[in-house]
């Protein structure tokens, strides 16, 4: 047999009687050495007699140098005269049957890694690519089995598993993994398809395998899973500096070995954004991390201040609005770790490996708000434009983010000045209560709050106690709880009475919403309490409009809620107010409070307001130690609401203090009623006040009489200052007007006007009372 092909003729004892010069080149050995032996000793594998048909599909044969080489093989039975088979003819396919086979040449210049394995996981054969992934030639490989070629590692025992498993179910399989390769300088991914193979009898004789390199597909699913994360994770506050932490809690350790996030200080204030400078950049450090622990690559420490010369990728960066990348050996990326290294301390300079990095700026809404770095240590690969790409979208998304914050605490702060601006700097002096107080804004995303309160002096040494609550937050409702406390203001000057003055501010509420400028009362709508305490009469007259009821504790220590009807909110419109009045004992406290202390997600009001009572009765050096006692007890662990809380301690106005005398509606009692007072100003040891004080008793109880009608009454108040009211049944209220040069009256509350503090006139169930007040040391009397 001196043909080219490699060929044998088997007998049917298995014994070999011709060998083609092809068999030769194929196994290195003579036909003088092949024919007349066994074929099983040519075999790497013992196979009997019987078994020279099974000798089809591919085959490990022993070479003459002891090298295992796999053949693919195909089996022809020559049948005797009578039909049985007297012998075989055996042809072969060499590995390098691609030469000869166009097949076999797709076989071998495939790009993916190919290999085929017998039953017992040796290899067969391989292609091209499966040589370059293991690091070696193909007759290193044949015959051996696949554990022995590769390292003990998890996916290698996998490897082994999938291999059996086809072997021993026969069905294909397709499976990922994540493996390095010996000839590789990174680590890969692998998408492996197995097969079981089979020969014309439909003997499974082996397994083929083909891995596709997918380690750009699988980082590109890494890197959209971790954006994905990014969208999850960052921007669960608005905080800034929470944000940038989250920033750095995404990128390190599986996208960075170090990160940093530098902001303008313009930033974390209140300030407006200015232009990026064309020089040395500064920027704040607001967050960092690594994946060593102590971040050791930190230069600069959390809070501190660091300049950027313009060659640094992070100055580029900010002044090309793009990402800046920096490998090893580029001139500008090593000038500046030199230079960052020089000035770093000692211990906290970038070690031996940074081979890569990479800045990104962080722009939100066309404003650039500072820069993020990426560093490279102990991860082998370099930043690529894929790589650039995925930075450029995270650092896009945390910057809308921090910028989120940054403007939530630029209105927030806003908000706050403008709330307190409008809240009450300090409590007017009166002496009808002693009241302390105190004001929380809210720390939740939703802002600070409309909640406010006020305590305005009425006449009569009365005090209004007024809280309020404004639906919705922020900048709006701050603005509509100013414009709300000033109408309060407005409408308790007028005296009206609590039920009355809500019905006036319910108006005006409805009156916002459907103006023009309904857009600025967001979610208009509101509640207000409403409180009048007279230490005269010591009666409290309160009226609600949809705000919780005040606690009242009484002096022997019992506490309750007052009952009294809630009302509809502010801005409903239609329905009516209803008033409650109480009679107090001195020294009881009166606790007005908005429904921030009391509700809040997941809490029962009524067991909140139980535990309100209980802390108001706790003993306390004073109120403000009060004000604190309750809220420690009764405020929730994290508040969602702005709380206001105002507490008040009545007091009471002894008969000495006050002198009441019934007039006669007759001016001939005018004198009588002035000499009256003029001896209860000597009695109150006041006689500087008398001159004054006769004047305005003789001009309000002359005009009583004379304008009003009875009954008619006059009453002196001697408190922080001297109170004169002349009450009458008339409704109608006097006027102040200018006399002209030849008028024979209308001069007298002119004259009231001019000679004490301020005056007066609030309507009352029996009629009017005109008040004035004036001090208790008297003023010059001005010139007329």
Known sequence: MEDASAAAIIDARGIVTGWSEGARRLTGYTAEEAVGRAVRELLA???????????????????????????????????????TPGGYVVTAEPPGGAETSLAGQAFQQASMSMSVFDIRQRYLRLNDEACHVMGVPEEVLLGRHFPDTVEEAEHSRGFNWHLRHVVDTGRPLRYESYTGAPSLNREHAWVTEMWPLRNSSGELVGTALAAFDSTEQYWARQRLALLNEAAATIGTTLDVVRTAEELIEVMV??????????????????????????????????????????????????????????????????????????????????????????????????????????????????????VAVAVRIGQPDDYGADDLVFAEELASRAAVCVDNARRFARERTTALALQHSLLPKGLPGQAAVEVAHRYLPSESAAGV???????????????????????????????????????????????????????????????????????????????????????????????????????????????????????????????????????????????????????????????????????????????????????????????????????????????????????????????????????????????????????????????????????IQLRLIRDRNLICEVSDGSSTSPHLRRAHAYDEGGRGLLLVAQLTQRWGSRQTTRGKTIWCEQPLTPLPIPAF
């Not at 000798?55 to 009578?82: E, K, Q, W, Y």
């Not at 060593?292 to 930190?298: D, L, N, S, Y």
């Open 45 to 83: 594998e013992d196979v009997p007699p019987e078994a020279v048909t099974l000798l089809s599909g591919t085959v490990l044969v022993r070479h003459r140098d002891g090298s295992l080489i796999g053949l693919r093989l195909r089996a022809c039975a020559v049948a005797d005269g009578d039909g």
């Open 253 to 370: 350790p599986r996208f960075a070995d170090f990160a940093s996030v530098d902001l303008f200080d313009w930033v974390l204030g209140a300030e407006e954004p200015p232009t990026v400078p064309d020089g040395d950049v500064v920027l704040r450090r607001v967050a960092h991390g690594s994946a060593t622990e102590g971040t050791p690559e930190a230069a600069v420490h959390l809070g501190e201040k660091d300049s950027y010369p313009p060659f640094s990728p992070l100055a580029r960066a900010l002044q090309d609005g793009r990402a800046t990348l920096g490998q090893a050996g580029e001139p500008a990326f090593m000038r500046w770790v030199a230079e960052r290294n020089a000035r770093a301390p000692e211990g906290r300079r970038y070690r031996q490996g940074v081979h890569s990095m990479m800045a990104v700026p962080l722009r939100a809404r066309g404003i650039t708000l500072g």
């Open 449 to 711: 709050g409309g909640d406010w309160f006020d305590v305005i002096p009425l006449s009569g040494s009365r005090v209004a106690l007024v809280v309020g609550d404004v639906v919705g937050h922020g900048i709006p409702s701050s603005a509509t709880m100013g414009r709300l406390c000033t109408a309060v203001r407005t409408l308790a000057d007028v005296d009206l009475p609590p039920d009355e003055l809500l019905t006036h501010l319910d108006d005006l509420v409805t009156h916002l919403a459907t103006g023009d400028d309904s857009d600025e009362v967001a979610e208009l709508g509101a509640t207000c309490l409403y409180a009048v305490y007279d230490p005269v009469a010591r009666r409290l007259n309160l009226a609600a409009a949809g705000h919780p009821a005040p606690a009242l504790v009484l002096p022997d220590g019992t506490a309750r809620l007052v009952p009294m009807s809630a009302g509809p909110p502010l801005g409903v419109g239609g329905l009516p107010f209803e008033a409650t009045e109480l009679q107090l004992p001195e020294g009881s406290v009166v606790a007005l409070y908005t429904d921030g202390l009391i509700e809040d997600r997941d809490r029962d009001v009524d067991h909140a307001t139980d535990e309100l009572c209980r802390a108001l009765t706790v003993p306390a050096d004073s109120l403000d130690a009060l004000c604190d006692t309750v809220l420690k007890a009764v405020l929730p662990e994290e508040p969602s609401d702005d709380v206001a809380l105002l507490l008040a301690r009545t007091r009471a106005l002894g008969a000495d203090q006050v002198a009441t005398w019934d007039v006669q509606p007759d001016p001939a009692h005018v004198a009588a009623t002035r000499q009256s007072a003029t001896e209860q100003l000597s009695a109150w040891g006041l006689e500087e006040t008398a001159f004054v004080t006769e004047l305005v008793v003789s001009e309000l109880v002359t005009n009583a009489i004379r304008y009003g009608e009875p009954p």
